[in-house]
């Protein structure tokens, strides 16, 4: 084992080696023994640490109490109404798109005649008279 991977496990497992993977846990105390003086301050952090979480009890909520937070959390979620920036999106779009679909007819062609509806829907196959010969 090299220090890498006990500090890795160290970090993971806590300084407990007990609570450590099975393959882990003698090469980890040899490694500990043999490096005893430079790993003094680290398992001493990691003893606090593990100490500290120990103390710290933590019970499984009831299935009352869950329900009262998930309500919770949708009536927060609910009560938010719409978004200032997506009313915004929405209405720059809006205006986009409105402003293409009046541009976009000025950019179209005008016939020389003056006569705007009517180009606007004739077909351009108006002289066709279905012969194909």
Do not use: N
């Not at 500990?32 to 790993?39: D, G, I, K, S, W």
């Not at 003893?47 to 909520?61: I, N």
């Not at 986009?96 to 020389?112: E, M, Q, R, S, T």
């Amino acid at each position: 084992m090299d220090r890498q991977r006990f500090d890795y496990l160290l970090e993971a497992y806590g300084a407990d080696f007990a609570r450590w993977p099975d393959g882990e846990r003698e090469a980890a105390a040899a490694f500990a023994a043999a490096h005893a003086a430079e790993l003094t301050e680290v398992l001493q952090a990691a003893r606090a640490l593990d100490a500290a979480l120990g103390t710290r009890r933590v019970e499984a909520p009831t299935p009352d109490l869950l329900s009262a937070r998930i309500l919770a959390a949708h009536k927060r979620q609910r009560g938010a109404g719409l978004d200032w920036r997506a009313a915004a999106a929405l209405a720059a779009c809006a205006v986009f798109g409105v402003a293409l679909g009046y541009g976009g007819g000025l950019l179209a062609p005008v016939a020389d005649d003056g006569d705007y509806f009517a180009s606007a829907f004739e077909t351009p196959f108006a002289d066709y008279d279905g012969d194909e010969g």
